[in-house]
Each structure stands twice: as C-alpha cells, then as structure tokens.
C-alpha cells in the first residue's frame, strides 16, 4: 500500500477524514454481510455515497444515505488496505482480544470498525496515531452506547504499539502477524 494521505493539516475541511472513516466502516461492514465483491461496494460508495456530487449539492446528509464531504482518496485506500489484509488485520486483533472472543463472535459493525483502524494504523503516512485512534473512538461512540468503545480504546491502543513505535508508521503489516510484536 502508498499510503494514507498526510494528516486533516492539508484540507480546507478536516471532519471530510472523519466522513471517510464512517464511510470505510459502512463499506467492510456491507461487504462482509451482503457477500458483495470489494470492488463492486467501493465503486458504489464512490458513485452514489461520497462527496459533494449531485444529492449533496441539494442538501442530503447522512440520513439520505450520503456521506457528504468525504475525502475520497482516504475512503478508497483504507477500504482496499482493510480487504486486502483482512487476514492479517484478524489475526492481530485476535492476540489482542480474550480468548473467549473470536473475531467472528464481534458485533460485525465492530469488526468492521476495528479491521478499519487496523488498517490505517498499520499504513504509511503522516496521520498521528492518537488522531487514528480518536477518530475512530468517536465513530465507535456513534454506533454504540455501552462498553463498546471503552474495548476499541484498548485494541486500537494495543494494535497502534504493536504497529507503530513512537508513532511512526510502520511500511505495510508485517507478512507473519506475530513479528508485528517486534513492530
């Protein structure tokens, strides 16, 4: 993977980075449930739910099925990073959840999110670990309203040492999840 595009510092509207995180955990939430292709639920979210295209220009917000303002270049990178390392995103998660919680047994919209974070935690760019981590604690917070968000602190906090030490990004996910430790 290139990359994650440099920190919100570079846009004229920073919360378009958040409007691609929700939108990224909508899209591998939609792939994982409906069993449509990667290719086909990015290119619809790129057609018909990013940006400021046709319905966002009259007014249609999130409620209208829009993600309006989205960076498009972050959705689209994230959401391909997190297809393409799912397994290994998985397998990391999995060392850091108790035992008695298999990824498959996570909320999928949890799963979703937490493969999401995964993924941008582990690309190259200049976005700030703690930035990854509070955006997607604020969208954890917005789909859920009990403990949920307390666990995404403690993986996104875990995964973001294994991955990235003294907040530099690391290159790619490691081949075998386990050297992420040495990471």
Known sequence: MNGIPDDDRTHSKPRSRTASRVA????????????DTPDTVIAQFLRHRLGTASGADQGEEYEDGRVPEADIRLFEQVARAAVARREQIDALIVEVLPPSWPVGRLDPVLRALLRAAGAELAATGGVPTRVIINEYLDIAHGFFSGDEPKMVNGVLDTLARRL???????????EDPHEAEEA
């Open 164 to 174: 990235r030490a003294a907040d530099t990004p690391a290159d790619v996910l490691p």
């Open 24 to 35: 990224v955990v909508q899209a591998l939430f939609q792939i994982e449930q409906a069993g």
